[in-house]
């Protein structure tokens, strides 16, 4: 049975917490998609991009009539690799700061103690769309103000690979756990080694006019899912590297 406790935040407001859920974090805004205009506005990408597609000799290839040779029984792909910036450095429309520092050190858990899953919408129960076979920090194409974890995938679901291609699979979103948390208000930490101490001031609530912001640190990586609407704006796919059985 779920541990949910009712806790009142610094504007007495209350909020019925799942303490054992406290540290997940996953970067789909969801039926939550309430940033605003402004704020949509300054995540603008640096960089316009549009994903390449290759095959396995890195030539360019034109996706759409891959897709149509595909239907034709022309061709079989056997798999994609994918290649995206999975999650990036500092604020993001779910109310949480990701720290260039730890985002270094924690990028490695996509791929142990086991490739992590990619998933659709967050959804650990269906079969996964494929694995993660490699995981690394660096900059950002898409923006010169933000670092990224970049993350390569094999994907071998056969209908994904066809949304891949065409176009419909395009945003990402990370799910994880995380664990320390500090607040941008107070400045406290509130979890950290299992233990969460509330400060008083809830993520994405205001108070005196400043948003609440939870710091995220040692963060352990669950998977990553295709999503529509990414609390990460810059969260997308980069390259698909067509992988055909000959």
């Not at 930490?189 to 108070?207: A, P, V």
Request: aromatic share 8%.
């Amino acid at each position: 049975m779920a541990d949910v406790t009712e806790i009142k935040d610094a504007n007495g407001k209350s909020f019925h917490v799942d303490i054992a859920k406290i540290c997940d974090i996953n970067g789909d805004l969801g039926e939550k998609a309430s940033a605003s205009i402004t704020d949509r506005l300054q995540n603008r990408v640096t960089h316009v991009h549009d994903v390449t597609y290759v095959n396995q000799n890195g030539e360019v290839i034109d996706n759409m009539k891959l897709l149509q040779d595909m239907s034709e029984g022309k061709v079989h792909i056997a798999a994609l690799d994918v290649e995206m910036e999975a999650t990036h450095s500092g604020k993001n429309h779910n109310y949480c700061v990701y720290y260039e520092d730890s985002m270094e050190k924690d990028a490695e858990s996509f791929i142990n103690p086991f490739k992590k899953p990619m998933l659709k919408n967050h959804d650990s129960y269906s079969e996964p769309l494929g694995r993660i076979t490699q995981a690394w920090y660096g900059p950002s194409a898409l923006t010169d103000e933000r670092s990224a974890i970049h993350l390569k995938t094999r994907v071998t679901d056969q209908d994904a690979i066809a949304k891949f291609l065409d176009g419909r699979y395009g945003t990402v979103s990370i799910g994880g756990s995380m664990g320390t948390i500090t607040c941008n208000i107070c400045g406290k930490t509130i979890l950290k080694d299992g233990k969460f101490k509330f400060c008083g001031h809830w993520k994405g609530e205001s108070y005196k006019d400043e948003v609440c912001y939870w710091g995220a640190k040692d963060i352990t990586y669950h998977e990553v899912s295709t999503v529509n609407n990414p609390a990460d704006d810059f969260a997308q796919i980069m390259k698909v590297t067509v992988v055909t059985n000959s």
